[in-house]
T-cell receptor
Framework: SQELEQSPQSLIVQEGKNLTINCTSS?????LYWYKQKYGEGLIFLMM?????EEKSHEKITAKLDEKKQQSSLHITASQPSHAGIYLC??????????FGTGTRLQVFP | DARVTQTPRHKVTEMGQEVTMRCQPI?????VFWYRQTMMQGLELLAY????????DSGMPKDRFSAEMPDATLATLKIQPSEPRDSAVYFC????????????FGSGTQLSVL
């Protein structure tokens, strides 16, 4: 079965700094999804990538998909306290099932 | 705003008791997923439905867990009997069922089994 490994597991950055979160799959990536979770709440969809080399941006968050490396990265520019939370990557393995990675906990301090 | 509604938000029960968690998917969505989240295991897929039919429940302990969709507006996850290791946050998510879709998550049910 497909497994997704995220790194780092946790990240503490100062407001204004840039950061990158990585997601590596044990199998070929077809659909790769990024979600964000705030403490005590459900997940919120950020973006979905489907093609190798694809890159999408939403506000100050950019995600890229490297299909050959079976990896995706999420980059946040000029981080803000509102970016704090848990970031999870998900993959569907070309099926209906959506499984998630181990998660990266992000803290942003002023 | 359309949202996925889960009840109850919190549940504390004693080992051996039956627990039922409910989920109301977004109107018009035809896929429903149940996930369980713990610190140790992260977010695990338990079961999912399309058009009320169960497609995969391989993530669920079959002897004690059951998931159903009595109708298009209600999905249930039942644990009988509950055990302390079932303590977790259980999430329901729904999607429009068109493939490569984004899912909308409920706020979860925090279950504590004493």
């Amino acid at each position: 079965s497909q497994e997704l490994e995220q790194s780092p597991q946790s990240l503490i950055v100062q407001e204004g700094k840039n950061l990158t979160i990585n997601c590596t799959s044990s199998k070929t990536l077809y659909g790769l999804y990024w979600y964000k979770q705030k403490y005590g709440e459900g997940l919120i969809f950020l973006m979905m990538l489907q093609k190798g080399g694809e890159e999408k941006s939403h506000e100050k968050i950019t995600a890229k998909l490297d299909e050959k490396k079976q990896q995706s990265s999420l980059h946040i520019t000029a981080s803000q306290p509102s970016h704090a939370g848990i970031y999870l990557c998900g993959a569907d393995g070309n099926t209906d099932k959506l499984i998630f990675g181990t998660g990266t906990r992000l803290q942003v301090f002023p | 705003d359309a949202r996925v509604t889960q009840t109850p938000r919190h549940k504390v029960t004693e080992m051996g008791q039956e627990v039922t968690m409910r989920c109301q998917p977004i109107l018009g969505h035809n896929t429903v997923f149940w996930y369980r989240q713990t610190m140790m295991q992260g977010l695990e897929l338990l079961a999912y439905f399309r058009n009320r039919a169960p497609l995969d429940d391989s993530g669920m302990p079959k002897d004690r867990f059951s998931a159903e969709m009595p109708d298009a507006t209600l999905a249930t996850l039942k644990i009988q009997p509950s055990e302390p290791r079932d303590s977790a946050v259980y999430f329901c998510a729904s999607g429009a069922g068109q493939g490569r879709e984004k899912l909308f998550f409920g706020s979860g049910t925090q279950l504590s089994v004493l």
